[in-house]
């Protein structure tokens, strides 16, 4: 009786596991896994958080500092840059974003001023104010449409452009030229349509920029190029975990399998041990899948923890049965005990989680 409830049970667990094996055959290829970190980080229920974290795409922000040659030289690599476009990164244009700044103010000429000229104006002191005026008509610059009607000292003018040149960088249609440490640079703005920290889309990103920055070194051997930004950041921070996760996975492994060759001396708890893995790898995989539309990366690195809880409870049960069936029975209500507990954990991390 006891060896035919035996294949029933035998019977049944293969029935399953190859439901299993077939259910992750077809949903495997079709599943999209999400590899973005921010993603799995606790999202805001308010909605003016959510809006904030929208607008606040700094994180998306690419920056170059073109230097180390001459500045003609600078200024064919910076343009030869930005004639080959790369998906999802689009070069932002200074000169065009100056002239709608300019286009906002000219709305309201008159009304803004530098501290210092304020403080002219309050003293009565005005010929400083008038001379700086006709040394700026006297410069090639264009005004400000109907500056000398709403504005004629030239305030509101004078103050923009003292705003644009506060930090020494000098405008450019397509970029920011600057001087450092004596020597000629160009400063190059980008941004990103894409989240730099979803692995994926970043990473091509990231490649394609450097082939093209590698290409521009080979082609001026002085050039020096400075980069700055999240996505770089990002993209070698996800290759650095991929790489221990998968590393340090490996050597737990490898390290389990061996203790127990070294410990039985054969190769059947080895078979047992490597099924046991394996069968709780293919239904976990399988419930994530089939619970959540688009899991995460993050999920799998967290499931490598749990190989050791896993095969703790086939260690102790091989070291049970190996004296004999009687000691294996004895051991079952204390395997029974920690699995409770242990799932008792994971249901109070999951409810903790639930409330954020």
């Known amino acids: 009786m006891s060896q035919l409830s035996s294949k029933k049970y035998l019977y049944l667990w293969l029935l399953a596991t190859l439901t299993v094996l077939l259910y992750l055959i077809m949903a495997v290829p079709s599943a999209h896994w999400s590899s973005n970190i921010s993603a799995a980080l606790p999202g805001s229920s308010s909605a003016w958080q959510q809006q904030l974290v929208q607008q606040n795409n700094s994180s998306r922000h690419v920056s170059l500092l073109l230097s180390g040659t001459s500045l003609a030289e600078l200024q064919q690599a910076a343009r030869q840059l930005q004639q080959q476009p790369i998906t999802h990164l689009h070069w932002l244009k200074p000169g065009a974003a100056f ?48 500056a000398l009607q709403q504005d004629p000292l030239l305030l509101t003018q004078q103050r923009v452009e003292q705003q644009n040149n506060s930090k020494g960088l000098l405008l450019r249609p397509a970029w920011f030229e600057l001087t450092q440490q004596g020597q000629p640079a160009v400063l190059l703005y980008a941004s990103l349509d894409i989240d730099p920290f979803e692995r994926n889309n970043a990473q091509v990103v990231a490649e394609a920029l450097e082939q093209q920055l590698l290409q521009l070194q080979q082609q001026w051997p002085r050039l020096n190029i400075d980069r700055s930004g999240v996505l770089f950041h990002a993209v070698v921070a996800a290759e650095n975990a991929s790489f221990e996760m ?41 419930a994530v899948l089939l619970i959540f539309e688009q899991p995460h990366v993050l999920g799998l690195v967290f499931a ?51 409330q954020f």
């Open 304 to 354: 490598t923890t749990l190989i050791g809880i896993a095969i703790d409870y086939s260690f102790h049960g091989m070291l049970a049965a190996n004296k004999g069936s009687k000691a294996f029975k004895r051991m079952l209500p204390s395997l029974l005990l920690g699995l409770i507990t242990t799932l008792l954990g994971y249901l109070a991390l999951i409810f903790y989680l639930f």
């Open 246 to 286: 998968q590393f340090y996975g490996g050597i737990s492994l490898t390290a389990i399998l061996l203790l127990i060759w070294f410990s039985f001396a054969n190769w059947r708890p080895l078979v047992l041990a490597l099924t046991t893995l394996s069968c709780a790898s293919a239904f976990g995989l399988a």
């Open 99 to 146: 002239e709608q700044l300019q286009t906002l103010y000219q709305q309201h000429q008159a009304l803004l001023v530098s501290p210092e000229h304020l403080t002219l104006l309050r003293s009565g002191h005005y010929q400083p104010l008038v001379n700086a005026a006709w040394q700026r008509l006297y410069s090639p610059s264009p005004l400000l449409t109907n």
